[in-house]
């Protein structure tokens, strides 16, 4: 566990509150966390989703600044959805991480109309030893029709999911 200093006086007479001198170890992206590890590994990831690429919004009818990606160049190579989702998900699964936290995952219909993950996804799923959590179908419902009324895409909600490793969560 971390150590704490003590807490130091300054000259105007105020104290500075105890902090850690050791951190957590942050590794570099595309490092595999040690899955016998006594630690908990959290990898979290924006993914971009497919509908917030350089959309038209559709109460200006243009892209917004936010949304060019100017810097993201070829596109075609950069941000190409079907160029984009087998890198992702080959980083996600080599990353062996006991939470994985993902942003902007947009989300499918299935059986039943409940959304679901993408079927991109499906190698992480429960099979590959990874449950999922989903915010609430009341929720995705509302994201969804907030997409279709701004960008004029229907059914496509987008929001955040947690995976986790069963195998280390309970």
């Known amino acids: 566990p971390p150590t704490m200093e003590a807490a130091q006086p300054l000259a ?42 350089r959309p038209i919004d559709r109460r200006t009818g243009a892209v917004q600044a936010f949304a060019a990606f100017d810097w993201a160049e070829p596109a075609a190579e950069v941000l190409e959805w079907g160029v984009r989702w087998p890198r992702l998900l080959a980083e996600l699964q080599a990353s062996a991480a006991d939470i994985i936290c993902l942003q902007e995952v947009q989300f499918e219909r299935g059986e039943g109309g409940q959304y679901v993950l993408p079927a ?10 990874y449950s999922a959590r989903l915010p609430p179908q009341a929720d995705l419902r509302e994201m969804a029709e907030r997409n279709e009324r701004v960008l004029g895409v229907a059914d496509a909600p987008v929001g955040n999911a947690l995976l986790l490793q069963a195998r280390r969560l309970s």
């Open 120 to 129: 991109w996804l499906a190698p992480l799923s429960e099979s590959a030893g």
């Open 12 to 53: 105007a007479g105020k104290a500075v509150t105890a902090v850690p001198t050791a951190v957590p170890t942050a590794v570099p992206k595309g490092t595999a966390f040690d899955p016998e590890s006594a630690r908990l590994s959290v990898l979290s990831y924006n993914l971009l989703a497919p509908i917030y690429v």
